[in-house]
């Protein structure tokens, strides 16, 4: 499952920034987007650790994110500055097939907060005033093939359970940049360097294939250590190891990314945890820690990656 997560809250955040300036928060949920296309779905509760059964009319297809809540729980309402406990049944719009089936597993963190607030108000504002043990139905648009080889890609529909939520603690600022002691990496590695405006750049020619994941400190931080269970605060680049394509950077951004260290590929959720606030890791993973054989988007094959550590909670 960890792609999933990799991909949806990234994505949630991408696709809805362009939805309008965000609106407080209302005391229900808040639907957004053409929530008629939901009209036949019908949902069969299974019971603990099972996705629902789901029936809707085929294909499904939207242009906006459209979100609703399409079974209500009975539980508290969720609540601005929460961390949502959710599972997610994501499905081909298409034909209906599963694509990722989280809810056999351990519940995924959402924050509600600023961040979220305000790149993705059509999410936040449909989570916030759900009630615990409601269903969210999640419909992201599809894509059309590009000129660099990517598939087209259906409409895809996430319901979405909402399982408990808490509250949580208020958190250390994050840093600007990596700060702690330099290390000298070991021979054979990618090599990093910044460029004038600070931003890391990485040189992979005539790099073998890791036989295993490699997780370097470039510089160690000498914050809190970074558990499994942890949200991250981070910038970072990715390349591919082949070529050396960067394929994503939250330095071309402009701004740090946060996500739990469960929702992100398996490499990244071995390779920074136990890691230090503070630090500068490289990461190189190897292609079954990463998206396979199919890859994701640009991302292909065996990666590289540096990520700077700026915050935890």
């Known amino acids: 499952m960890r792609r999933l997560l990799a991909i949806l809250i990234p994505g949630m955040l991408l696709l809805t920034a362009c939805g309008g300036s965000?609106?407080?928060?209302?005391?229900?949920?808040?639907?957004?987007?053409?929530?008629?296309?939901?009209?036949?779905?019908?949902?069969?509760?299974?019971?603990?650790?099972?996705?629902?059964?789901?029936?809707?009319?085929?294909?499904?297809?939207v242009t906006e994110p459209t979100i609703k809540v399409v079974t209500e729980g009975d539980g508290d309402r969720v609540k601005e500055n929460q961390v949502a406990n959710i599972s997610i049944l994501a499905l081909s719009g298409a034909d209906g097939s599963t694509l990722e089936d989280t809810f056999p597993g351990e519940p995924e963190p959402l924050e509600l907060n600023e961040e979220l607030k305000t790149g993705?108000?059509?999410?936040?504002?449909?989570?916030?005033?759900?009630?615990?043990?409601?269903?969210?139905?999640?419909?992201?648009?599809?894509?059309?093939?590009?000129?660099?080889?990517a598939a087209a890609q259906p409409t895809q529909l996430l319901l979405i359970k909402v399982l408990s939520t808490k509250d949580v603690a208020p958190s250390v600022p994050p840093l600007a940049k990596p700060e702690g002691e330099a290390v000298t990496p070991s021979a054979g590695l990618p090599t990093v360097k910044d460029n004038d405006q600070g931003v890391p750049e990485i040189a992979v020619d005539g790099i073998a294939?890791?036989?295993?994941?490699?997780?370097?400190?470039?510089?160690?931080?000498?914050?809190?250590?970074?558990?499994?269970?942890?949200?991250?605060t981070v910038n970072y680049v990715g390349v591919n190891l082949v070529g050396g394509t960067k394929f994503d950077s939250s330095f071309d951004r402009g701004e740090p990314a946060s996500f739990p260290l469960t929702g992100v590929i398996p490499g990244w959720t071995q390779g920074l945890a136990g890691k230090t606030v503070g630090s500068r890791v490289l990461l190189v993973v190897p292609k079954d820690l990463a998206y396979g054989d199919a890859g994701q988007g640009e991302a292909k094959g065996d990666l590289v990656f540096v990520v700077d550590i700026l915050g935890v909670k």
């Open 209 to 232: 294939a890791p036989a295993a994941l490699v997780s370097q400190d470039l510089i160690k931080g000498a914050g809190a250590a970074v558990k499994e269970t942890d949200t991250l």
């Open 120 to 149: 993705s108000p059509v999410i936040y504002s449909a989570f916030v005033g759900s009630k615990v043990g409601s269903s969210l139905a999640l419909a992201i648009p599809g894509q059309a093939a590009t000129a660099g080889g």
């Open 22 to 61: 965000p609106a407080a928060p209302e005391p229900t949920s808040q639907s957004a987007g053409d929530t008629a296309k939901f009209d036949s779905l019908k949902l069969t509760d299974n019971g603990d650790k099972k996705a629902p059964g789901v029936e809707f009319s085929k294909p499904l297809e």
